[in-house]
Structures are given as structure tokens and as C-alpha cells.
């Protein structure tokens, strides 16, 4: 249960959009946890989203999204989670996560693999946590903390390490830079609305729109046929990716990014790279070579780094928890098909 405010006053938008004062206890080290796991999740679905690269894209990933909205309103229905319809400019905010946090970050990747190797992609996304240590705090209504800035560049130089470099042409760079500025966009757009909407609307919101963004694309570029040009491992591969990799992934990182905020939740995104690395060697692939272990260590100290307790936090941190429940979200019952339902049709 949250901490009761102090005052009788009514919480605004920017007080919902804190997160709370990070520390040893209880609170954020769930808000480490779940952004380790989502982390974990993406890293480790390498090997399944490499099954998709022959399949129609656009059309798989309709299907993977409109998959994870309904998971996400079954749970949210059988765990009591309210969804809450969005309004004015939330829209927007919501989106433009859809737009660019889902749908173009996944076309740059496809379009950016052609004229770039693997591992410049993947430099570019783990280029992101500095740039959600700098941003994250001024939209959350405070300020970049040195420290944290600092550890960000530690974390992305590991991950880095871990994922090797590449080649790439000037397009591929272009591509990469799109990759960066859309991964970032996933968490950057969402801190707005976080606060009102909670992780679990934000997830159901998003992931209906990228549905239809993508039927429509699809319907385009592939045809209505391309459903049933699916094989029974690509179907395998959506749903893996619907379930783990986009429904849980999405509700466990926006819960940590509002628990810890974009600044130190960020941070975590170093674990990808290294949930990657492991997987593969999971599944058989070579043991990692000395720069990898060298990448694990860097990526280590940068959490420990950014993540150990803070005496000091800030005006930020010092006026209280955020409300994990705020006054619209996951308090009573659940609304059914709400919105989302109304949405995506």
C-alpha cells in the first residue's frame, strides 16, 4: 500500500509522474526487479525473434500485438487492474509510443539490418540509458543527477563490450540512429501518462495501437494472404513474444520506470545485451569471448553504481513515494474490454 500523504491536498499530474525516492527497501528493489526481468526477457528473445526473419513482418506483428493486448486484459481483469480510458492530449503521448517505440524501432531494425551488421543496432540501443538519465529526470519534474549520468555511461559502454561492433554504411548509421531515438521514445513518451494510467494501461493502450498500425501496413504491403503463409514455428514465435516478450515485458519495465524513475530504471537496459549473450550460450553457441567478460564486469559496476542507496536524492525524491496505485488505475475492479477494447475493435 502507498505512503498517505502528509496534506489533504489532491496529487497533480506532476507529483503522479515521480518516482519514488530510490533505496534499499522494499519499493525499489521490486522496481529493480521488474525492470531486470522485462530486461531479462528481451535479451533472451533473440533466438525466438531470429524464427520471424523469413515470415510476412508486418502482418506477424499485428498478430503479436494484438495477441498481448487481449493477455493484457484478461490479467488485468482477473487481477482486479483498472484501465483507464485515455484523454486530450494523452492520446498523443500513448500514440506516439505505439508510433515510434513500436512500429518504426521494429521496421528500423528489419530495413537497418541490411546495411548494418547486428551489433551496431545493438550499440545503438544500448547508447540509450545516458540519454534517459539527462531527459528522464526534467520530464519526471526534477533534475539529471551526475551519478546517475555517470553510471549510464558506465552501463552503456559494457553493454557495448558485450554486443561487439560492427559495420555498417551510411544508411545503416542513419538506421541506428533511428533504433537509438525510438528505444528511448518507448520510455521518454510513457512518463507523461505513467502517472494517471499506471504500467498496465499504458501497456494495454500501446500495444492495441501497434496492432492496428501494423494491420494497416500489413493489409498494404502484404495482402490479406499473408496470415496464411505463417508456418507453425513462426506462429510458435508470435506467441512466445506476445506473452513473455511484449505483455509482461512492457507491464514489469513501466512498473520499475515508475517505481525508480527513467533515470536509474534505464540502467537496466544494460542487462539485455547480457541476457542475450547468456541465452546464447544456453543454446549451445561458443563460450564469451574475453571482451564479453570484460562487458559483463563494466555493465556490473554501472548498476552497482547507479543503483547502490542514495543519501542525497534531490528535490525529486525528498516529497514522497509516488502513489504505485494512483487515483484512476489499479485500485477496484476491472473494467472489462474498456478502452482498449473499444480501440482495437
Not at 481483469?77 to 521494429?106: K, Q
Not at 498496465?200 to 496470415?227: D, K, L, N, Q, R
Not at 559496476?301 to 528535490?315: D, F, S, T, Y
Request: charged share 10%; hydrophobic share 55%.
Amino acid at each position: 500500500m502507498p505512503a498517505p500523504r502528509a496534506t489533504g491536498a489532491h496529487p497533480t499530474a506532476r507529483d503522479e509522474a515521480r518516482p519514488a525516492p530510490p533505496g534499499p527497501g522494499r519499493h525499489g528493489a521490486v522496481g529493480v526487479a521488474a525492470g531486470a526481468g522485462a530486461m531479462t526477457c528481451v535479451g533472451g528473445s533473440v533466438a525466438v525473434s531470429a524464427v520471424l526473419v523469413r515470415a510476412p513482418m508486418f502482418t506477424a506483428e499485428a498478430l503479436r500485438y494484438a495477441a498481448a493486448c487481449l493477455i493484457l486484459l484478461a490479467a488485468a481483469r482477473l487481477t482486479g487492474r483498472r484501465l483507464v480510458m485515455p484523454r486530450g492530449t494523452e492520446w498523443l503521448w500513448l500514440s506516439g509510443i505505439a508510433a515510434t517505440g513500436l512500429v518504426l524501432f521494429n521496421v528500423a531494425l528489419v530495413v537497418g539490418s541490411r546495411h548494418a551488421e547486428p551489433a551496431v543496432l545493438g550499440v545503438a540501443v544500448a547508447c540509450v540509458p545516458p540519454l534517459l538519465a539527462v531527459v528522464g529526470p526534467l520530464l519526471e519534474g526534477s533534475g539529471p543527477r551526475a551519478a546517475g549520468v555517470a553510471a549510464a555511461l558506465v552501463v552503456s559502454c559494457g553493454a557495448a563490450l558485450v554486443q561487439g561492433f560492427g559495420r555498417a554504411d551510411a544508411a545503416g548509421v542513419a538506421w541506428a540512429a533511428v533504433v537509438f531515438g525510438c528505444e528511448a521514445a518507448f520510455t521518454l513518451l510513457a512518463i507523461p501518462v505513467l502517472g494517471r494510467h499506471g504500467p498496465w494501461s499504458v501497456s494495454v493502450h500501446t500495444t492495441w495501437i501497434a496492432a492496428v498500425i501494423f494491420a494497416g501496413i500489413g493489409f498494404v504491403h502484404e495482402g490479406p494472404a499473408a496470415v496464411a503463409r505463417l508456418s507453425t514455428r513462426d506462429w510458435l514465435a508470435v506467441a512466445y513474444l506476445a506473452a513473455a516478450v511484449t505483455a509482461a515485458s512492457f507491464v514489469m519495465w513501466y512498473s520499475s520506470v515508475r517505481r525508480l524513475g527513467a533515470s536509474r530504471a534505464g540502467l537496466l537496459a544494460g542487462l539485455a545485451p547480457v541476457a542475450a549473450a547468456v541465452t546464447g550460450v544456453l543454446l549451445g553457441g561458443p563460450a564469451p569471448r574475453p571482451p564479453v567478460w570484460a562487458g559483463l564486469a563494466v555493465v556490473a559496476a554501472g548498476l552497482a553504481l547507479g543503483l547502490r542507496p542514495a543519501q542525497e536524492n534531490g528535490p525529486a525524491q525528498e516529497k514522497g513515494p509516488a502513489q504505485e496505485n494512483g487515483p484512476a488505475q489499479e485500485n477496484g475492479p476491472a473494467q472489462g474490454n474498456g478502452t482498449a477494447a473499444e480501440g482495437k475493435g
